[in-house]
């Protein structure tokens, strides 16, 4: 149940969370095969140190450390731009050419957080001459805004990259480029400042957007402007007007190249959800009018297609259209979408929802007793609308499909619903292609066919075991007639969109282990991975799911005969009419390398060109090495472009051969570089942290080789050295679990004062810091975890760098749990701390997992809880995995993590297990942040905790002195003066008032 789930394996990352709810992230160009080297297992990846001890990271440090936001490589590849933020403060934007000895811009932009709406961070023109970027307040100004209460104000820069020449746009709130046409630039600017003692709203509710030709001339103001949007070609830009009182609203189009503009439409109502065609010159929006009579909304979607044409379309939609259903109305919650081919608009139906009637009795009180949705307090979810005279019942029905806190939680989501329908211009009326049962349908390309869904037979079922079953469908787009391809999937293999081939005309599927290929036409399927030579579930998934696949379909060809495919290690061709299937990679099972994610491909391409080479990125199972591979996809074979000790991740420019890349370890940051075809003539772009030099830093990684109490599988954990690391000495470490974390091997822990137990701040504070990976037996989660972690830190204590005296272990939900459970079967640790810990996995089983408004249960059963049942049909199964039942076995100081409005593990998880402790005379310590949810989102809390957590690291595991909270604990009367008194720790511009008691 963490904030951030475990990091699974790096293989296909996409499957993992299909089906399943997580409680709770050099190069060669040679052609030879990569191997895995074994001598690399157990080596430091950086040199031990033999300079003078350097300074560990102070505060100030984790603050200003600094990282790279939204990185852009031009079309061409030759330039990349950025933002180069610390942690907290003022941040700047960097735009450089990508050629050797290349300059680079630097532009101050303030402080970029959270907050300031849809302002847009960085873009790059798509004729790559232009590039844009938002500037924010300072800190200190964002700080006086807050203060005053008043809305932060942004302002937009370009920079023209042939000259330099840079200008503003004050009062900016977002930009669009004109697709590739990209000299024009939209700006949309912030509403002026409300006139002090002003009388009356202002009549014009949208906002004012300039349209300016960069090359010259002066900018085209439009006003009241409600949504406005380019078309792909950069040839027109339409809009909607938006005017408080409707009086000339409409929508407009601008011609750009000539300026003429054109009313499109015009009526006294609201227009939105306007739209483009993806492909072509079809416009579409929804124009709505407020029916007193029914006290409802009605819609009407208007379309425009071929406007460049001699002669374009133009149609109407309302609920008077042919072939409307009985019952039914448009509906403005769902963006209509026209057909590439502007033959077909497909738009939203909706049922009538006239408004409740007005009452006359007086409403409810607020205030800390009224109801409201969340957690914390045994759950709450708010009763619906009401006043004096009406009850405020929650109705829990046996029958239900779903529990009432569900549907609470996607009660907005339940009330836009809507049913999705085509208009064919060919055939002019209304065809409904989903209704209630069938409600999640994709349209494949060709617009002749689609692919849809049935859950609801399985639906309450899939409340309680978590098994989302469904039935899956091909539609006829033409008239919504369906034919049933298969029953009960529990996962027909990804996202519907990726099972469509490129042509439209079939489907893949996957069901029990094999893919199947359907034929929209015939209607038959056949099994294409009948007799190959591989397997196609993941035999590695420790779950209680049968046969799970490995991934969704690594794509199609591009005549739609050929189906792409993986194992855990390859990738395999296999044709939907039959023939022998090609293991197009080869190596990948042999050598233990992961054929994981494609990079570099059109995102324009309608399948894969087998005539063109697949770059494939890749990852070395057992060395934790990563890289790229260019793959045969038609004969087979591969070539390597990289295979590094590091993490790498891959981009390429949409029209040129420039590969920019990050690589990264565990003491080296992700700087970004770039090189020609093939990864030839690498050059570094970026240099984020040269400071990182002054400072105590890891001395390297290593891996940790152990097995596994319950299993005789080979595991691994990360083991990152303490800065001055010394070979013979030993340190105390900090050992900190998920389930699969070794994989982080090469991750580097950007510093910083929010992350709780953050590796590079331990590591320079002097601690080894193990995160080993854990294997689960059916029925057994927590017993699994101490098979697995106390072998792992056993190995690491063997490798001779590990103090055994000095050992910690922390985790947080899921790992909070396991950290909570291994304290109660084994002495190895010398203290512990629990975020947010599920300690009785009786009560945890049937409570509401608030967040999402679900049971437990379906987790336990088919997620990460691991039972094959219920606790009421293996009782014994879920005791002797409750820490609670041997809370008197634990014997070390103890501190919880636990928040009262936790809606993934219910704070009275957290709160009986601190009293259980304190009434058996235990070390236990319960630190609380009022009103946070699973993890901390308040960075005052984030920091709070993080210096917590390390002053109480510091004193067990090097004997620094406890402070006061520490030793007695805080009185009520004196928590606002201790909190004031500690805020010096986490913020260095805060003077101490007087000494902090230790």
Not at 291 to 297: L, Y
Not at 470 to 498: C, H, M, V, W
Not at 929 to 948: C, F, I, S, T
């Amino acid at each position: 149940m963490p904030l951030v789930p475990s990091l699974l394996r790096r293989s296909f990352p996409a499957l993992r969370g299909l089906g399943a709810t997580v409680l709770m992230t050099l190069p060669a160009a040679v052609s030879a095969q990569p191997t895995v080297p074994t001598a690399a297992r157990g080596a430091a990846t950086a040199a031990q140190a033999t300079t003078a001890p350097k300074r560990p990271l102070t505060m100030e440090d984790l603050l200003s450390w600094r990282g790279i936001r939204t990185p852009a490589l031009s079309n061409d590849g030759r330039w990349m731009a950025y933002v180069l933020a610390p942690n907290e403060g003022d941040a700047e934007f960097v735009v450089r050419g990508t050629a050797a000895g290349a300059t680079e811009t630097r532009v101050a932009i303030g402080e970029p957080a959270a907050g300031f709406g849809g302002a847009s961070g960085v873009a790059i023109s798509g004729n790559n001459r232009w590039v844009a970027y938002t500037v924010y307040p300072t800190a200190e100004e964002a700080r006086k805004a807050r203060r005053d209460r008043k809305t932060p104000v942004t302002k937009v820069g370009v920079i023209d990259l042939t000259t330099g020449a840079k200008r503003e746009f004050e009062r900016a709130r977002s930009f669009r480029f004109a697709g590739d046409r990209s000299d024009v630039l939209a700006v949309q600017l912030m509403p002026p400042d409300a006139p002090a003692g002003g009388n009356g709203a202002p009549a014009v509710s949208g906002s004012t957007v300039l349209l300016v030709d960069l090359t010259g001339g002066a900018p085209v103001t439009l006003v009241g402007v409600g949504e406005f949007a380019f078309d792909a070609a950069g040839r027109y830009l339409a809009w909607t007007v938006d005017q408080r009182d409707q009086l000339g609203n409409g929508v407009q189009l601008r011609e750009l190249s000539t300026g003429v503009v054109r009313a499109l439409d015009g009526a006294k109502a609201q227009y939105r959800r306007l739209a483009w065609a993806d492909t072509g010159d079809a416009l579409a929006v929804i124009r709505s009018v407020a029916d007193s009579a029914a006290r409802d909304t009605a819609s009407t979607i208007l379309g425009w297609a071929r406007l460049t044409s001699r002669t374009p379309v133009t149609l109407s939609i309302d609920d008077q259209s042919a072939g409307m259903p009985a019952g039914l109305m448009v509906s403005a919650d769902r963006m209509p979408k026209w057909s590439d081919a502007q033959g077909t608009i497909y738009f939203g139906l909706r049922e009538p929802r006239p408004a409740p009637p007005a009452s006359t009795a007086p409403p409810v009180g607020g205030g800390a007793s009224a109801p409201a949705p969340g957690a914390g307090a045994g759950g709450q979810i708010a009763p619906a609308r009401q006043d004096e005279d009406t009850p405020s019942l929650i109705l829990w029905h046996w029958k239900d499909p779903r529990l009432q806190s569900a549907q609470q939680v996607t009660e907005a989501q339940d009330r836009s619903f809507s049913y999705l329908a085509a208009w064919h211009i060919a055939t002019p009326k209304v065809v409904r292609l989903s209704d209630a049962t069938v409600r999640d349908v994709v349209i494949a390309d060709g617009d002749r066919w689609a692919l849809g869904a049935d859950f609801t037979p399985y639906e309450r079922q899939a409340s309680v075991d978590g098994r989302a079953l469904r039935d899956l469908y091909a539609i006829d787009a033409t008239t919504g007639e369906r034919t049933l391809i298969a029953k009960g999937l529990q996962n027909p293999g990804g996202p519907y969109r990726s099972l469509l081939a490129p042509d439209g005309q079939r489907a893949a599927w996957y069901d029990d282990g094999h893919w199947h290929v359907h034929e929209f036409a015939t209607r038959q399927s056949r099994r294409v991975t009948e007799g190959v030579a591989a397997t196609f579930w993941d035999d590695e998934d420790d779950h209680n799911v049968v046969k799970p696949p490995v991934a969704p379909p690594f794509g199609w060809s591009r005549d739609s005969r050929q189906l792409f495919v993986r194992d855990n290690w390859d990738l395999w061709r296999v044709g939907v009419a039959g023939g022998p299937a090609l293991n197009v990679t080869g190596n990948g099972k042999a050598q233990g390398i992961r054929y994981q994610m494609r990079v570099g491909a059109d995102p324009k391409e309608k399948g894969i060109d087998l005539t063109k080479p697949l770059f494939v990125e890749t990852y070395g199972e057992r060395t934790k090495r990563e890289g790229l591979m260019q793959v045969d996809a038609q004969r087979g074979g591969t070539r390597v472009l990289a295979w590094e000790d590091a993490k790498v991740d891959f981009r390429r420019a949409r029209d040129a051969e420039i590969w920019a890349f990050t690589r990264q370890t565990f003491v080296r940051f992700p700087d970004w570089y770039v090189a020609d075809a093939g990864l030839a003539n690498e050059r570094r772009l970026t240099d984020a942290n040269p400071q990182q030099a002054e400072v105590a830093w890891s001395a390297g990684a290593r891996l940790i080789d152990y097995t596994c109490e319950n299993s005789d599988t080979p595991m691994q954990g990360a083991l990152f050295l303490p800065a001055g690391y010394e070979e013979g000495k030993r340190y105390p470490t900090l050992t900190y679990i998920y389930e699969l974390l070794s994989q982080g091997l090469h991750a580097y822990a950007q510093p910083n004062a929010t992350r709780y137990a953050n590796p590079s701040v331990y590591t320079s504070r002097g601690y080894a810091y193990f995160m080993p990976d854990i294997r689960y037996q059916l029925d057994e989660p927590g017993r699994s975890a101490v098979w697995c972690v106390v072998p792992a830190v056993k190995a690491a204590i063997a490798a001779g760098i590990v103090d055994s005296t000095n050992v910690a272990l922390q985790g947080h939900s899921w790992g909070g749990y396991q950290t909570s459970f291994i304290t109660t079967q084994t002495n190895l640790f010398k203290t512990a701390i629990a975020g947010a810990p599920l300690t009785d996995m009786v009560s945890m089983f049937s409570s509401v997992y608030w967040n999402s408004g679900n049971t437990n249960q379906g987790i336990f059963i088919s997620s990460q809880g691991r039972f094959r049942s219920s606790y009421a049909r293996n009782p014994d199964a879920y005791l002797r995995n409750s820490p609670n039942r041997f809370a008197q076995n634990v014997n070390i100081p103890f501190m919880i993590l636990h928040n009262d409005r936790d809606g993934a593990v219910d704070f009275n998880q957290g709160i009986t297990h601190y009293n259980t402790l304190r009434e058996l005379g235990k070390e236990v310590v319960l630190l609380e942040y009022v009103g946070e949810n699973h993890g901390l989102a308040r960075p005052a809390n984030q920091k709070d905790y993080a210096m917590r957590m390390q002053e109480w690291f510091d004193h067990f595991l090097q004997g620094k002195p406890a402070p006061q909270w520490m030793q007695e604990g805080v009185p009520r009367l004196r928590m606002e003066e201790h909190l004031r008194e500690r805020r010096p720790l986490v913020d260095p511009k805060v003077a101490p008032k007087k000494p902090i008691a230790m």
